[in-house]
Nanobody, 122 residues
Framework: VQLQASGGGLVQAGGFLRLSCRAS????????AGWFRQAPGKEREFVAA????????QYADSVKGRFTISRDNAKNTVYLQMNSLKPEDTAVYYC????????????????WGQGTLVTVSS
């Protein structure tokens, strides 16, 4: 599986962005998928995850109520809608996927995409 993330950019605090992650491969619809981020000088951290069916989602506490993860398996794409953005959301955002359970995706995903930079100005 190859993952291609897009949608990053510069936005003011309080604004919104939608990230997209398009996957290659006919079996992506059976993969758990998610988003991670890495801020300058910090370790990469989990942001959000979604099961292969879309029925189950999980979020980091720092983004609950502001970010929404969704997927369209017909388009092999996972989305991250980010609202009420804060300067501390500034980071490179990476999408990830794993053919196993959501818990595996959250800890050690098998596949990573390249990052897309999100910058939130104050």
């Amino acid at each position: 599986v190859q993952l291609q993330a897009s949608g990053g950019g510069l936005v003011q605090a309080g604004g919104f962005l939608r990230l997209s992650c398009r996957a290659s491969g006919r079996t992506f619809g059976r993969y758990a998928a998610g988003w991670f981020r890495q801020a300058p000088g910090k370790e990469r951290e989990f942001v959000a995850a979604i099961s292969w069916s879309g029925a189950t989602t999980q979020y980091a506490d720092s983004v609950k109520g502001r970010f929404t993860i969704s997927r369209d398996n017909a388009k092999n794409t996972v989305y991250l809608q980010m609202n009420s953005l804060k300067p501390e959301d500034t980071a490179v955002y990476y999408c990830a996927a794993d053919p196993k359970a959501l818990v595996v995706l959250i800890t050690t995903p098998a596949y990573w995409g390249q990052g897309t930079l999100v910058t939130v100005s104050s």
